[in-house]
């Protein structure tokens, strides 16, 4: 089993829909939390992190963890073509910098 | 900044010839990653560095990858003798170091071996 689990989807939605993604996790000792996105022939980019549990937001996206249930999920609202990408989530331990990413969920607005 | 360079951009090569690719991180990064994606495994980690040396080379697949950071500007990953399972795109990334631990990828390296 990996130790992140991310649906890899194909997900298409409607210009204007809430997107949702999220990822599951085995290891309890990953504090980190980030999703990252990569457009088609790109390498990935940082969206957004979050440490431990709760919420953050960032404009028109917001970031969840529980790490009670070792859940962790990704909101775009009002979303736009120009999302159209791969979504990665990433986490790691305190202890070091490795992140373990999970498989990445594509997703397509459609205008 | 120019961001994480990396070349070649593609290659194409034939089985069991060697492949060098190279890296040069974003100036005052501290950590150098090289990861490698594909449709069936995602993106895994190689192997990655600090201040130049080699911390968790745990992800290389076999004695066939090494890799190699002789200075703070400039690291390689080198397959040989490649395969044609070795087919991926390969990224480098660099990181500060900070809080959070923000990678910063090149472009990647698109290898195909046939």
């Known amino acids: 089993q990996k130790e992140v689990e991310q649906d890899p989807g194909p997900l298409s939605v409607p210009e204007g829909a809430i997107v949702s993604l999220n990822c599951t996790y085995s290891?309890?000792?990953?504090?980190?939390f980030m999703w990252y996105r990569q457009y088609s022939r790109k390498g990935p980019e940082l969206l957004m992190y979050?440490?431990?549990?709760g919420n953050k937001e960032d404009g028109r996206f917001t970031a969840q963890v529980d790490k009670s249930s070792k859940y962790i999920s990704l909101f775009i609202r009002d979303s736009q073509p120009s999302d159209s990408a791969t979504y990665l989530c990433?986490?790691?331990?305190?202890?070091?910098?490795?992140?373990?990413f999970g498989a990445g969920t594509t997703v397509t607005v459609r205008a | 900044d120019a961001g994480v360079i990396q070349s070649p951009r593609h290659e194409v090569t034939e089985m069991g010839q060697e492949v060098t690719l190279r890296c040069k991180p974003i100036?005052?990064?501290?950590?150098l990653f090289w990861y490698r994606q594909t449709m069936m495994r995602g993106l895994e980690l190689l192997i990655y560095?600090?201040?130049?040396?080699?911390?968790?080379d745990s992800g290389m697949p076999e004695d066939r990858f090494s890799a190699k950071m002789p200075n703070a500007s400039f690291s390689t990953l080198k397959i040989q003798p490649s395969e044609p399972r070795d087919s991926a795109v390969y990224f480098c990334?660099?990181?500060?170091?900070?809080?959070?631990?923000?990678?910063?990828f090149g472009e990647g390296s698109r290898l195909t071996v046939l």
């Open positions: 290891n309890s000792a990953f504090q980190y």
């Open positions: 990433a986490m790691r331990r305190a202890e070091d910098y490795k992140l373990s």
């Open positions: 100036s005052g990064h501290d950590y």
């Open positions: 979050t440490y431990s549990s």
């Open positions: 560095f600090n201040n130049n040396v080699p911390i968790d």
């Open positions: 990334a660099s990181s500060p170091g900070t809080f959070a631990g923000e990678l910063f």
